[in-house]
């Protein structure tokens, strides 16, 4: 059986939920949560992805996720492998983390009812698992945004968009709307989400009002006929990395002087090769296969080696003399 495509646009806001493999748990401890936290950075990094909510519970995660970018599949290509080594290489393990394909519920963002009860349902997620004592506020749990939504912006991570939530609420992101916001899942928690709602972000494709639906059904019927944008099923390619790793690339090359030919006939480990993948690496979500082939660089495990860690050019006269040169450039757009 063919899998269901996964609807990608821009713009779009998904409820993202993902499962441990045979609901085994995903976080053995709270260093593993503090490093899906970083992943994560580092995935909206790369994507520009932006994170309305979220929770980690035990074996299974969810975020109300914003794509500016066409990218849901690449970015989640990334996060997932990416976080599964990590976890691996902690614990001596080997294998598959998550189970099966992700769910990626798509929600409408412009009906403020169902974008704020996505996020509900989100934060109330400890609330239904029973983690929390009769006295225990869902502000107190650690590992979800809600704290977030109770700080000041400077103590907020920067990957986590508070203000769209609390707008279709129709409210601004000031302490007595974030305070008020913060008593909102309490009462929820003590009223029930209610279970259509419940029903539609564990089961459905979408969630939102029937205008939403019937517009993205019409866009899907359209991208069969092969007119407007294109549904990607998951696959292997990423445009919006490639084009954004093209454009590095460029920069690159530009600040040191070389022509494409001059690097890409320069071996494998070339300095300069290094100094480029690992920027490619740190802001978008090409694989270590293009990256590879693009810049000549060898195998994906080669690639991996030689551009994860460049503490041993630290001395290197070219790298000092093209920092300089960075540095210099920099005080001239200022």
């Known amino acids: 059986m063919a899998r269901k495509v996964r609807v990608e646009f821009e713009g779009a806001i998904y409820h993202v939920m993902c499962r441990g493999d045979r609901r085994e748990n995903i976080f ?20 520009g992805w932006r994170i309305h909510a979220y929770v ?9 996720l914003e794509t500016p970018q066409a990218n849901l599949v690449a970015g989640m290509r990334w996060f997932q492998s990416c976080f599964t080594v990590r976890y691996n290489v902690r614990h001596r393990k080997a294998g598959h983390l998550f189970q099966g394909r992700y769910k990626a519920v798509l929600v409408d963002a412009e009906a403020g009812e169902y974008f704020a009860a996505a996020a509900d349902y989100i934060h109330l997620n ?3 698992a029973g983690l929390l004592g009769k006295r225990d506020a869902l ?22 968009e508070v203000s769209r939530v609390l707008g279709a609420l129709g409210w601004r992101d000031r302490a007595r709307d974030r305070r008020a916001y ?16 419940l029903r ?13 639906r019937d517009r993205v059904l019409d866009w899907m019927e359209k991208n069969r006929a092969g007119q407007g944008r294109k549904v990607r099923r998951e696959e292997t390619d990423d445009n919006h990395g490639e084009r954004q790793a093209e ?5 690159m090359l530009e600040a040191f002087g070389l022509e494409e030919a001059q690097l890409l006939g320069a071996r494998k480990g070339d300095w300069r090769k290094r100094v ?53 450039n920099a005080r001239k757009k200022d």
């Open 28 to 47: 053995e401890d709270d260093a593993d949560r503090a490093r899906f936290l970083e992943t994560l950075a580092e995935a909206c990094q790369r994507t």
């Open 182 to 197: 913060g008593e909102r899942p309490e009462e929820r928690a003590r009223e029930g989400l209610g279970e259509e709602a």
């Open 139 to 160: 502000a107190n749990y650690r590992w979800s945004s809600l704290p977030c939504y109770l700080a000041s912006a400077r103590q907020r991570p920067g990957w986590l």
């Open 247 to 251: 454009r590095i690339i460029r920069e």
């Open 276 to 328: 480029i993948g690992q920027r490619v690496r740190q802001e978008t979500s090409v694989s270590l296969r293009w990256l590879g082939a693009r810049l000549k660089m060898g195998s994906e495990g080669h690639v991996s080696r030689i551009t994860g860690n460049l503490a041993d050019l630290a001395d290197h006269p070219g790298r000092r003399s093209f920092e300089r040169a960075l540095q210099r």
């Open 56 to 64: 980690l519970m035990s074996n299974h995660y969810h975020w109300l």
């Open 126 to 128: 400890p609330a239904r």
């Open 200 to 212: 539609e972000l564990r089961r459905g494709w979408v969630f939102g009002g029937e205008a939403f």
